[in-house]
């Protein structure tokens, strides 16, 4: 049904990108959302005339017009407008860099993904070498983000 063009009361329109969810421990209730962060509930048998393209329930063609959920000439500047908008952190540039200088920790984390080292003794590789750092702040000036992030692990 994605991208067919249906019609309501004369009015071409078609299905936007969603994804639904039951609402946990509401009954017959669905939370739907739209890659540019509208959101909208609907019961159960509304969600159904959705998927099929037949909105017959009073008032659901406007609720779902408003939010994005269907796409018409009158809403779909908006819906461009809002979807470029929330991705617009994409043309950016990398800007958080995460750098582990060394595996010597000795906190002993039950969760621990690092694969540490004990602090004291003298493991080889343990740390990162001095060209290596040069290499990555080099590497982080070449971004195109204007903004850059550093973050440390051990
Ligand atoms: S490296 Fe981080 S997660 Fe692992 S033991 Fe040390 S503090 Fe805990």
């Known amino acids: 049904m994605e991208n067919e063009f249906l019609k309501k009361d004369g009015i071409d329109y078609i299905s936007n990108f969603y994804r639904f969810q039951k609402y946990k421990n509401k009954k017959n209730l669905y939370l739907i959302t739209t890659d540019d962060?509208?959101?909208?509930?609907?019961?159960s048998n509304e969600l159904k005339q959705l998927k099929k393209g037949k909105?017959?329930?009073?008032?659901?063609?406007?609720?779902?017009?408003?939010k994005g959920i269907i796409i018409t000439s009158d809403n779909i500047e908006n819906i461009i407008e809002k979807t470029s908008l929330k991705y617009s952190f994409l043309n950016n540039g990398t800007s958080l860099h995460i750098m582990i200088l060394t595996h010597r920790c000795n906190m002993a984390c039950s969760y621990c993904f690092a694969s540490a080292k004990n602090m004291d003794e003298n493991y080889e590789n343990a740390d990162m070498r001095e060209e290596t750092a040069?290499?990555?702040?080099?590497?982080?000036?070449?971004?195109?983000?204007?903004?850059?992030?550093?973050?440390?692990?051990e």
């Not at 909105?55 to 408003?66: V, W």
């Not at 040069?134 to 195109?144: G, R, T, Y």
Request: glycine share 6%; proline share 3%.
């Open 37 to 43: 962060g509208n959101f909208l509930f609907l019961k």
């Open 55 to 66: 909105l017959e329930s009073e008032g659901l063609y406007d609720r779902l017009h408003d």
């Open 134 to 153: 040069q290499k990555i702040v080099e590497f982080i000036l070449k971004s195109p983000s204007r903004a850059a992030t550093f973050e440390f692990q």
